[in-house]
């Protein structure tokens, strides 16, 4: 199969590419970029793209597919059917499945689960302890070598501060990165929103922005005494960004992430008792809205992933104090991004791309994220202005618990082409 992609915008920061070009694919490899390309044949297919960016496939490195064991809220046939719809053609899942990615066999059914059923690439994330319990380290060798690509107990933090100390140690000799739920139960209290004006005038329990920012700072710190590298997941609130912009002055070894909905939306969504706007970390208010964007701006927060967190309706159609905490992100996170970032002059077009491509192919270590001749065709091709409306009836993912929900976006995919194979077609999953 040849493809011929002619006449799009292509943007690829990792080699500084921002123009008007033709893209060649040729066995599943970029073959040639560049001007007025032109291949003959009955087997090459030819894509116009003109008025479409065409960007290396979005990656995303936080995300719940949520098999094995959960597969009634989804799977992984039906989650990466989901990520290829909203353009990723990576994805990386994370470790609370039952049971947990703790060993080599769930690492491998993992593997081959997806090559049998998957849409994307898929790499999972080890579990930093046994049983994400806290208790004791998981075997972060054999993980390794199994191919997971970082390790985490998201949806769990590390409390004690001497595992986390020991699990950087490992992992950093290993070359894997350290993914960290920066969460303090005890302050956290068993609150289920943002602790403020709205969980007040809701008579919900609230969350503290200091259960974050603790665990925020005491991770960075152990990582600076280890001079280990250290990645802060799902950050939402304007002192963790403080914190780790601090931080990276000083030269700790720290990166992190935030989420498209903590850029986009304040506590304000929970009111009326939605359980689609409950989520872990929770919803912030409008100052920590303004310093996520300021991060993102100066370069503070690197990456922006989905924390793609699916369940049954029936775990959300419940009182809030019952609710499941987590959203679903895959088919709206690049929409969000344009419309909330770049359409409000926030970022360029190119920086929004490389905090969805080359920032977590870095981070995670993979040779992924960029157009480079040679490369493993994974790309997004995408009308950067088409609006239109959320419908979370058309979800490829079995859940539906967005917020997101008949909101006006902005950033339409129409390809998503991954190892040179065409997955979705004029927005239409193959």
Request: glycine share 10%; aromatic share 6%.
């Amino acid at each position: 199969m040849r493809i011929l992609i002619k006449g799009g915008h292509v943007i690829d920061p990792k080699n500084s590419i921002d123009e008007i070009l033709d893209v060649y694919i040729e066995d599943g490899v970029i073959s040639e970029i560049g001007k007025d390309l032109e291949y003959g044949g009955l087997d090459t297919e030819v894509i116009d793209a003109k008025g479409m960016v065409v960007s290396p496939g979005l990656i995303d490195m936080h995300c719940h597919l949520r098999d094995p064991g959960f597969e009634y809220k989804e799977d992984i046939e039906s989650g990466t059917k989901s990520a290829a719809k909203g353009g990723f053609t990576t994805i990386a899942c994370m470790p609370n499945t039952n049971p947990p990615i703790d060993n080599k066999a769930v690492v491998e059914y993992i593997f081959s689960k997806a090559k049998d059923a998957g849409y994307v690439n898929v790499f999972p994330i080890g579990a930093i302890t046994k049983g994400l319990k806290g208790e004791e380290l998981s075997d972060i060798g054999e993980l390794k070598f199994a191919g997971v690509v970082g390790i985490s107990d998201d949806g769990n933090p590390v409390s004690c501060a001497h595992l986390m100390k020991n699990a950087l140690k490992y992992a950093n000799m290993f070359d894997l990165a350290v993914i960290s739920h920066c969460e303090d139960l005890d302050l956290a209290g068993g609150g289920v929103m943002n602790e403020g004006l709205m969980s007040t005038y809701l008579g919900l329990k609230g969350i503290t922005k200091a259960a974050e920012e603790v665990m925020v700072a005491r991770d960075i710190i152990i990582a600076e005494h280890e001079n280990a590298k250290i990645h802060i997941a799902h950050v939402s609130t304007k002192g963790s960004v403080e914190l780790v912009r601090q931080a990276k002055r000083r030269g700790v070894m720290v990166t992190c992430e935030t989420c498209p909905h903590y850029f986009s939306l304040t506590e304000d969504m929970v009111d009326g008792y939605n359980t689609n706007a409950k989520m872990n970390p929770p919803l912030r208010e409008v100052e920590d809205v303004n310093a996520i964007i300021e991060g993102l701006k100066d370069g503070t927060i690197d990456v922006i992933a989905t924390d793609h967190a699916p369940h049954h309706i029936d775990e959300k159609n419940v009182e809030f104090d019952k609710a499941k905490c987590g959203i679903v992100g895959f088919e709206t996170a690049l929409a969000v991004g344009i419309t909330y970032l770049v359409g409000k002059g926030h970022l360029t077009l190119s920086e929004l791309i490389k905090k969805m491509t080359v920032n977590p192919a870095n981070i995670l270590g993979l040779n992924k994220g960029s157009l480079a001749i040679g490369a493993k065709a994974d790309i997004t091709i995408f009308d950067p202005d088409e609006e239109y409306v959320v419908d979370v009836n058309q979800f490829m993912s079995k859940g539906k618990n967005s917020p997101y929900h008949n909101f006006k976006l902005k950033g339409k995919v129409y390809y998503t082409i991954v190892n040179g194979k065409i997955v979705v077609r004029d927005s239409m999953l193959m």
